[in-house]
């Protein structure tokens, strides 16, 4: 009796953020303890900015230039950003939920011990970003340069990387079970012992193999 092969079971997507059909505009610099409610930032100048256990709720980010910032503690849910500048911003220990992050900056941001719930990186520049000690559940990385991006000791269960360039990506440490990359640059890639459990599309293995023998140390000859 010939073998049947079974379809590949369809990724569920992130849960999409949920925005009012009015925001208010955002005034002033953000500030420590704010909530900000149903509020739409423009192309405002918030860079550099500092605050501490801020909340973001049904918020929009559209143009808006955050380089440099640094939140802690901070939560986000229901937030979207479009083309945003968030180069090298700084969070840590804070949760973001329900979230979709668009054609915007990320170069050199660090996400350090965060917890990150359906959230969307899409078309994003996120080379030498980091994502050391977070937890990404149902988080998709789509069409992403993530070059030298950092993921040691991440608890990327189920995350997915697809159409993205990971060429000397770091995942030492990583908990990768469930993880899905499709159609990616592996090339270089670091903690290669770090994948085991992850689902790889053929064509995404000459580079995974590329990334396995260098780390073993292993020659081979033509």
Do not use: W
Not at 90 to 99: D, M, Q, S, V
Not at 101 to 127: K, M, N
Not at 171 to 200: E, W, Y
Request: negative net charge; proline residues 3%.
């Amino acid at each position: 009796m010939p073998s049947q092969r079974t379809a590949p079971k369809k990724l569920k997507e992130p849960t999409a953020p949920k925005l009012p059909t009015t925001l208010a505009t955002a005034t002033g610099d953000l500030a420590d303890d704010g909530v900000y409610l149903s509020t739409a930032f423009g192309a405002v100048d918030l860079v550099g900015s500092e605050a501490e256990d801020t909340e973001f709720e049904r918020c929009s980010f559209s143009g808006t230039r955050l380089s440099a910032t640094a939140l802690q503690r901070a939560t986000l849910n229901d937030v979207v950003f479009r083309s945003c500048d968030l180069a090298n911003v700084r969070l840590a220990n804070c949760r973001i939920f329900t979230t979709a992050i668009d054609g915007s900056r990320l170069t050199g941001a660090a996400f350090s011990d965060c917890g990150l719930q359906d959230v969307l990186f899409e078309s994003c520049r996120a080379d030498l970003a980091g994502f050391r000690f977070s937890t990404l559940r149902r988080v998709v990385f789509r069409d992403c340069n993530l070059e030298a991006a950092t993921f040691q000791n991440a608890d990327l269960r189920g995350a997915r990387f697809e159409g993205c360039r990971l060429s000397g990506a770091q995942f030492s440490g990583a908990d990768m079970t469930g993880t899905h990359i499709t159609d990616c640059d592996l090339r270089g890639i670091g903690g290669v012992q770090s994948l085991r459990g992850v689902t790889v599309t053929a064509a995404d293995a000459p580079g995974l193999l590329s990334s396995l023998t260098a780390e073993l140390g292993i020659t081979i000859q033509d």
